[in-house]
């Protein structure tokens, strides 16, 4: 963030709003949106908080906007591997497992593999030859050429709608981590024309990734899972992905693939 005097100003404008709009949606004066994005008022908490709800923000730029002004946090931010946080750690575990035979996976914020389950790390280690070590991150995996994206067989497809979506994440929760990625994955060759989409692509009730495994090629598609009453800045931002057939080969596949 850019400091006290700016860091209002990236949220709202992030949101495409103009000062008179927010100053509208959360009832106060244009005038004093103005002073307190240029550092001529200190707002309150409350009114932090309030502009915050207004502007939708995440946990963690709430936590900022409040920082940027001298307040305590909001919302704590624990890891995963916290004890507070043991009863999550057991209820993802359980969701994981109970999706078995087929893949599922517990990413953060960054989009970071946070857990998985068996047939998920069965089937990294056979598309990497590998088990992946230390932090492994998917976004970036999907574009690296020495990773996951010559075993995605409609790689352009799939590419494309996934930074569309952390393009779509950046500019409605700004945040420097989540910028760091999409300038990364921005220099990794993406497809032409992600932003569109691709010449001859049917788009249909969902993604379908065709993914080749074992000389087999598999099509799959996922759901996304959030926590919806989550009062921790990191446990806000993990998505469960858990991913489905779409035909009775790759069901096949995945039974075998748990047999051995």
């Known amino acids: 963030m850019t400091g006290t005097k700016n860091i209002l100003v990236e949220f709202r404008k992030?949101?495409?709003?103009?000062?008179?709009?927010?100053?509208?949606?959360?009832?106060?004066?244009?005038?004093?949106?103005?002073?307190?994005?240029?550092?001529?008022?200190?707002?309150?908490?409350?009114?932090?908080?309030?502009?915050?709800?207004?502007?939708?923000?995440?946990?963690?730029?709430?936590?900022?906007?409040?920082?940027?002004?001298?307040?305590?946090?909001?919302?704590?931010?624990?890891?995963?591997?916290?004890?507070?946080?043991?009863?999550?750690?057991?209820?993802?575990?359980?969701?994981?497992?109970?999706?078995?035979?087929?893949?599922?996976?517990?990413?953060?914020?960054?989009?970071?593999?946070?857990?998985?389950?068996?047939?998920?790390?069965?089937?990294?280690?056979?598309?990497?030859?590998?088990?992946?070590?230390?932090?492994?991150?998917?976004?970036?995996?999907?574009?690296?050429?020495?990773?996951?994206?010559?075993?995605?067989?409609?790689?352009?497809e799939v590419a494309s709608v996934l930074l569309r979506r952390l393009h779509l994440q950046v500019h409605s929760q700004p945040s420097p981590a989540l910028q760091e990625l999409y300038q990364k994955v921005l220099n990794m060759n993406p497809p032409e024309n992600w932003r569109d989409t691709p010449a001859g692509f049917s788009e249909g009730p969902m993604l379908t990734a065709k993914i080749k495994a074992q000389g087999e090629s598999l099509e799959l598609f996922s759901t996304l899972s959030t926590f919806g009453t989550a009062q921790d800045v990191n446990l806000q931002e993990l998505v469960i992905e858990t991913y489905f057939p779409v035909n009775q080969k790759t069901t096949n596949f995945f039974y075998e693939l748990a047999k051995r």
């Open 14 to 156: 992030s949101k495409g709003w103009s000062q008179q709009f927010l100053a509208l949606e959360a009832d106060v004066s244009t005038r004093h949106i103005s002073f307190i994005e240029t550092g001529r008022s200190t707002p309150s908490r409350e009114l932090l908080l309030k502009l915050a709800y207004t502007l939708e923000l995440c946990h963690r730029n709430t936590n900022a906007l409040l920082n940027a002004y001298g307040y305590a946090a909001q919302y704590t931010s624990m890891a995963l591997t916290d004890t507070n946080l043991t009863p999550v750690r057991d209820a993802l575990k359980l969701m994981l497992d109970n999706h078995a035979p087929f893949p599922a996976a517990v990413l953060d914020g960054q989009w970071n593999l946070a857990m998985a389950n068996a047939p998920l790390q069965c089937m990294l280690e056979t598309l990497l030859r590998e088990q992946p070590t230390g932090e492994f991150n998917m976004l970036e995996a999907t574009f690296d050429p020495n990773s996951l994206k010559p075993a995605i067989e409609n790689w352009a």
